[in-house]
């Protein structure tokens, strides 16, 4: 088990040392136009978690991640830097909205329920990289209940004993050709009656305020220790039965305590956080109906100690928030970030402040990034035998409509390029299919002026359509 968990560690550094706050920036720039400030703060943010991993243990401990708040309107990047930052980290990421939290006390979520999601994502990441380590193993298990259904082996009994040897070699033949049958899929469409192990758990209701899993109690494993497995009979297709017995073999093959191990260490020392509309909770003003609401303040108070570092109780056990790094965002259009609680702000030493998206940036999001809307739009329409074009004008005007609007209307940043692209392609898009003669389509500028211009020019249009 040391050896294992001196792996696992192991592995997880070189993940982290793979990739110099140089070589992130180069990584999210295939996705994210522009904000280079942003960029080279989670890079290095990320790079000082590999550091720390480096130091000697006795200040191991004591050196804090420089948590981020990201200030910036809708659609810059924001929540696109933290995604891909998450990626390439191979970390435990979790994204929440701040205003869905309520203040201890009132009905709603409480702050702890973010820990409780990000190590349950956490545990489901190291199963799934467990089980890909036996797959193989566990597919070949499966092949062989199968064949046992298929072609049972030849039993032994005393009035046989002298025709056994003949009769197993027979039967190992036939076997092997059956197996090379199913391994190859020649025999997927056969149904067969299989046996798969099933919880036999009783639906447990939860009453009144108590929440086990805040208790750190695991309802499901406690019953699942005391009740039998259940065996249950179905009739499924070979195709199938290969699906389901190897995923029931490879968790007989996972140690589920190792796998809970790793992915809490994980947690506690790459999780991150991505706390959005985090203006929405700053300051302790009245709700919009102007009556009495939930301290916005209050909730700043109860994510303080999560920030901080505290040891969260979930069903896996305790998860400590020391070395979690929470990234915040927010358009900070009506609040400022010192309207944060003086603590708060303090365990958010790093600031960046996100640009508007200009027109050229628009031109640069629509064609440079690998995941671009043209390229998106492209492969689409090739599914129905379409073959699409952009002309350089067309995707000017499209970048040009996207800022005026933007500017006249509201500014939802790269948002408003998928409200503009869905408006200038939904005949094509709806027509694609049926259209037998046209099958190579070129956009030009007088196509997107003639389409969206109108409806650009006018406010109250736009402002429904656009």
Not at 413 to 435: C, E, M, Q, W
Request: net charge neutral; no cysteine; aromatic share 4%.
């Amino acid at each position: 088990m040391a050896k294992s968990q001196k792996k696992e560690k192991v592995n997880e550094q070189n993940t982290l040392h793979e990739l110099t706050p140089s070589q992130i920036v180069k990584e999210l720039d295939k996705f994210i136009i522009g904000q280079n400030d942003a960029k080279k703060s989670v890079a290095i943010a990320l790079r000082n978690r590999w550091r720390r991993l480096q130091v000697p243990e006795n200040l191991r401990e004591d050196i804090m991640p420089n948590n981020i708040i990201l200030i910036g309107p809708t659609g810059v990047g924001k929540t696109e830097i933290a995604r891909r930052l998450a990626k390439l980290a191979n970390a435990p990421f979790i994204k929440v909205e701040a205003s869905k939290f309520t203040e201890v006390g009132y009905v709603g979520r409480d702050v702890e329920s973010m820990i409780r999601d990000l190590t349950e994502l956490a545990v489901a990441m190291v199963r799934s990289e467990k089980t890909a380590e036996v797959e193989q193993k566990a597919h070949n298990q499966a092949i062989e209940r199968i064949l046992d259904i298929v072609i049972p082996p030849v039993r032994k009994t005393k009035v046989t004993e002298e025709s056994t040897g003949s009769d197993d070699e027979l039967n190992e033949k036939t076997r092997e050709r059956f197996r090379e049958k199913i391994s190859a899929g020649d025999l997927d469409e056969r149904v067969i009656e299989i046996e798969i192990t099933t919880d036999n758990l009783p639906a447990v209701q939860v009453m009144g305020p108590f929440n086990f899993e805040e208790m750190g109690v695991n309802i499901q494993e406690m019953l699942g220790g005391i009740l039998p497995k259940k065996q249950k009979k179905r009739k499924v297709t070979i195709g199938d039965a290969k699906k389901i017995l190897t995923q029931e073999e490879a968790q007989k093959l996972i140690d589920q305590d190792a796998v809970v191990k790793n992915a809490i260490r994980r947690v506690e020392n790459s999780g991150i956080v991505f706390i959005d509309e985090v203006d929405k909770i700053a300051g302790s003003r009245s709700g919009p109906s102007g009556g009495p609401d939930v301290s916005r303040e209050g909730v700043q108070r109860d994510l303080l100690p999560i920030v901080e570092g505290s040891t969260v109780s979930t069903k896996y056990g305790a998860v400590k928030t020391d070395h979690v790094l929470f990234i915040a965002s927010g358009a900070f259009h009506v609040a400022k970030p010192s309207d944060l609680i003086p603590e708060l702000q303090g365990r958010f030493p790093i600031r960046v402040e996100l640009k508007s998206l200009t027109e050229d940036d628009f031109v640069k999001i629509l064609t440079l990034p690998q995941n671009a809307l043209l390229k998106q739009y492209t492969e689409l329409l090739k599914t129905d035998g379409v073959e699409i074009s952009f002309a350089d004008d067309a995707i000017k005007a499209i970048a040009r409509i996207a800022s005026q609007v933007n500017d006249e209307v509201e500014n939802i940043g790269a948002r408003r390029l998928h409200t503009i692209l869905t408006t200038l392609l939904d005949d094509i898009l709806y027509n694609s299919p049926d259209n037998i003669e046209s099958k190579k389509i070129s956009i030009t500028q007088v196509m997107v002026e003639s389409k969206l211009s109108t409806i650009a020019k006018n406010r109250d249009l736009s402002r429904y359509i656009l």
